[in-house]
């Protein structure tokens, strides 16, 4: 089946460590997405990608890092700058056509200690 | 003024009424509105599509788009207890791979 895969689904850090949030998609799609959700918050978009070896910062992009090497992977990486990063995060994938909707996985939820 | 503006609610309506929900938003040039469904700790699942101004219905759901009121809803007919859940307004400001801002949603609440 095509999909987002997210993984792990929980994932516990403690203060001041580095940590690889892993997103993969087998629908071919040429953009992906990172956000951030807060408890009872919207999404809040961190770093988004249209094409391979590019990418672009959203509007909370301090504290996070991405790369694009492949179509299907868009790594987040949660530095130790981030001052807040236990939060719930969500990786989307857009597909070719015009106009189309964002593919979602289900999520990675990470705790900072 | 944010760019995706909903009431955050939350929307409280009983069983097997229509929940209407709104959402709008300030750039004149966006191209595609999209409404997601989020249950608590889950990921958002799409709903609703919509392009072109006036009405497009699927099953219960409605939406509706006014591009020169920089507005769309989405109607729910006969709610459901399950329907129960927080719906996000979504946005592409310019069409094609363009970011897609969301709205910080309406908490929905079906009362049985």
């Known amino acids: 089946d095509g999909g987002i895969t997210q993984s792990p689904k929980y994932l516990f850090r403690k203060e001041g460590q580095n940590v690889t949030l892993s997103c993969e998609q087998n629908?071919?799609?040429?953009?992906m997405y990172w956000y951030r959700q807060d408890p009872g918050q919207g999404l809040r978009l961190i770093y988004y990608s249209q094409i391979v070896n590019d990418f672009q910062k959203g509007d909370i992009a301090e504290g996070y890092s991405v790369s694009r090497e492949k179509k299907e992977s868009f790594p987040l990486t949660v530095t130790s700058a981030q001052k807040n990063p236990t939060a719930f995060y969500l990786c989307?994938?857009?597909?070719?056509?015009?106009?189309?909707?964002?593919?979602f996985g289900n999520g990675t939820r990470l705790t900072v200690t | 003024q944010k760019e995706v503006e909903q009431n955050s609610g939350p929307l409280s309506v009983p069983e097997g009424a229509i929940a209407s929900l709104n959402c709008t938003y300030s750039?004149?040039?966006?191209?595609?509105f999209f409404w997601y469904r989020q249950y608590s700790g889950k990921s958002p699942e799409l709903i609703m599509s919509i392009y072109s101004n006036g009405d497009k219905e699927d099953g219960r759901f409605t939406a509706q788009l006014n591009k020169a009121s920089q507005y769309v809803s989405l109607l729910i007919r006969d709610s459901q207890p399950s329907d129960s859940a927080t719906y996000l307004c979504a946005v592409n400001m310019r069409g094609g791979y363009q970011k897609v801002t969301f709205g910080t949603g309406t908490k929905l609440q079906v009362i049985p």
């Open positions: 750039d004149r040039g966006s191209q595609s």
């Open positions: 629908l071919n799609h040429d953009a």
């Open positions: 989307a994938s857009q597909g070719q056509a015009y106009n189309s909707p964002l593919h």
